[in-house]
Structure formats: structure tokens, C-alpha cells
């Protein structure tokens, strides 16, 4: 690869390892990045520090990638923040280089860029996904809050591959989003709930 890439840098909020808590591989163990710099801006976020890059220190791809690489992860995700706010082809060939699985949650509110093994697509109502995210999503993970949100939902899936799995999320400070979850599961069995297990089980 091109060397350049082991020095462009990126804003870093955090990286951790932990295990993944949400969705289709929740309870593995994964290698987190969280990249700064958010422009969604939802008013329920929980990573709201975040949301300006200038703020974060810069991390070169290399340094991501050793980091990943020490802990051995199964997957290594990246997330934010809105990470599709940057160029992620740097950083994903780097990690790919380095033989990593590699992972990415997204709102989708900016072209698709890097190279994944899955991506978790969750379109947000305050900023429209951009048109080329729906190609890339191998789960579509919508945050509910209330029954519009279910419309929504609909909505996006129509527009993702058919073998893209459907997640609906429970709000974790909208009690009434749990059971009207649960109950349209049960009458629309192409969707899961997906739960925030690491806030559950009180780990980062």
C-alpha cells in the first residue's frame, strides 16, 4: 500500500476494547475507534462530546492499527461521532493490511467511503442518509422513540439489499419505546430488537 496512508490522521475521541453491545454481533469482542466530528446532531445522543472533531486529539492510521492489533480483537469497529464525516479508505486499508476484521456504524448521512466487512446502517431522521449508503448495509438498525419512527423504519428498509437484517432499537431513556417495540415484532417477524447490552451490563 502506499505509505502515505500510515500517516493521515484522524480525530480520536476514544479507542477502547470491550465487546460489541448492539445488534447482529453483539457479545463479541471488539476493538473500538470512535472518530470525532458529528453533524446529525439527534437530541437522545449519548456521545454528544463527540460531535466536534476539533476537540479530539489526532491519531495516525498507523498508531490506530497497532492499537487494534495488540488486543486481538475479532472485530475492530469504527464508529462515532458520524465516521463517514471523514475519507475512512486510509484507515480501513490499514486495518485490512493488518488482517483485521473490519467494522462500521453509521447514521449514513455522508458518502460511503472504506472497505468492510459488515456495516451497520442507522439512517437518523435529522440528517437523510446519503443515496450510496444503502448499497453497504448488512444491518439497517433504527433508534425508536415513538410510532413514527416505525414508519420510518419501513421506510428504509425499502431501500436496503433484501438480505440486509432489520433492527429496531428501544431509545434507552423512552420507557414506551419498549413495549411498542415488542409488539410490532410480533406482527412483523422480518424485524429484531436489538438492545444496548453494554449499558445493561454497565461496561463501556
Not at 73 to 90: K, N, R, S, Y
Request: glycine share 4%.
Amino acid at each position: 500500500m502506499n505509505t502515505a496512508n500510515k500517516t493521515i490522521t484522524y480525530p480520536i475521541v476514544e479507542t477502547f476494547h470491550s465487546v460489541q453491545g448492539e445488534g447482529y454481533w453483539t457479545g463479541v469482542n471488539a476493538f473500538f475507534i470512535r472518530l470525532g466530528g458529528c453533524d446529525v446532531h439527534c437530541p437522545w445522543c449519548d456521545t454528544k462530546h463527540s460531535w466536534n472533531p476539533s476537540r479530539h486529539p489526532q491519531q495516525s492510521t498507523a498508531e490506530l492499527t497497532i492499537a487494534a492489533k495488540a488486543v486481538n480483537p475479532a472485530i475492530t469497529v469504527i464508529t462515532g461521532g458520524e465516521p463517514l464525516m471523514h475519507d475512512l479508505f486510509p484507515l480501513t486499508t490499514q486495518l485490512k493490511n493488518a488482517a483485521m476484521r473490519v467494522h462500521l456504524e453509521t447514521s449514513g448521512a455522508h458518502p460511503f467511503s472504506g472497505e468492510f466487512d459488515w456495516v451497520t446502517f442507522s439512517p437518523k431522521q435529522f440528517k437523510a442518509p446519503h443515496r450510496s449508503i444503502y448499497y453497504h448495509a448488512n444491518e439497517l438498525k433504527v433508534v425508536v422513540t415513538n410510532e413514527y419512527d416505525l414508519k420510518w423504519a419501513e421506510q428504509q428498509a425499502a431501500l436496503v439489499p433484501e438480505s440486509t437484517l432489520c433492527y429496531l432499537q428501544p431509545e434507552w431513556n423512552s420507557p414506551q419505546s419498549k413495549p411498542l417495540i415488542f409488539d410490532y415484532i410480533l406482527q412483523h417477524p422480518k424485524w429484531r430488537i436489538s438492545l444496548q447490552t453494554h449499558k445493561l451490563l454497565q461496561i463501556q
